[in-house]
């Protein structure tokens, strides 16, 4: 089974461009996770899809940040315009259940690694 | 306050040596699950064990094994005859209820464990 797919794997840029990644969940799962892990700390999470509906966006920087899954498949976050503070690493993790469960266990991707100059 | 709180930033143990993860979290949740996971420099992390509230019986699986306290609210982790490619960041992670009908996973800061050879 094909694990969770995420590209680019790294990304530079300046602050105040834009940038985009691209995550595939496993296939099947319904549930796809955006998380950002700073240097040193863990995973926090932006926002969680339940196929293409959002479930939980609340800390999600949404003046700069955005996120889609569209056919519930595959999704991107993009953001726009980054910041110093935005470097870090973009996981995406997906779930085989359904919202609400709380033993699912998440899969996550390789991430991309952004570093903002 | 943090939820999940892993004070160990960094251990270094000689091959051989068995080594012990601490995690202690806070939650006012009777039903809630704990995890624990892996980060290996690849990037990804990998599930381990995933324990429920209700089951403090601790769990045995090869080299590792997990010892879960509600009185003290902690999971700990050991590492029993640590080998080289046990060197990673391990993560602590609990599971609750979240504000929109989601599970909410929050990760501590990790622990980076280093096995010398």
């Known amino acids: 089974e094909a694990g969770v797919a995420q590209s680019p794997r790294y990304k530079i840029i300046e602050k105040r461009q834009s940038v985009a990644f691209w995550c595939n969940p496993i296939s099947g799962h319904a549930t796809l996770y955006w998380y950002q892990q700073i240097l040193g700390q863990g995973p926090k999470l932006l926002i969680q899809f339940q196929n293409n509906g959002v479930v939980d966006d609340s800390q999600l920087p949404k003046d700069r940040f955005s996120a889609e899954r569209l056919k519930g498949v595959d999704s991107t976050l993009k953001i726009q315009p980054a910041k110093l503070e935005d470097s870090a690493v973009y996981l995406c993790a997906s779930s085989a259940g359904t919202s609400g469960d709380l033993r699912d266990e998440q899969y996550f991707g390789p991430g991309t690694r952004l570093t903002v100059t | 306050a943090q939820k999940v709180t892993q004070a160990q930033t960094e251990i270094s143990v000689v091959e051989k040596e068995d080594v012990t993860l601490d995690c202690v979290y806070e939650?006012?949740?009777?039903?809630?699950?704990l995890f624990w996971y892996k980060q290996p420099p690849s990037g990804e992390l990998v599930f381990l064990i995933r324990?429920?509230?209700?089951?403090?019986q601790n769990e045995i699986s090869g080299r590792y094994s997990w010892n879960f306290q509600k009185s003290t609210s902690s999971f700990n982790f050991t590492i029993t005859a640590s080998q080289v490619v046990d060197s990673a960041v391990y993560f602590c992670?609990?599971?609750?209820?979240?504000?929109?009908?989601?599970?909410?996973?929050?990760f501590g800061t990790g622990t980076r464990l280093t096995i010398i050879p």
């Open positions: 992670a609990l599971s609750e209820a979240g504000n929109f009908g989601n599970e909410k996973l929050t």
């Open positions: 939650t006012r949740d009777t039903t809630y699950y």
């Open positions: 324990r429920n509230s209700f089951d403090e």
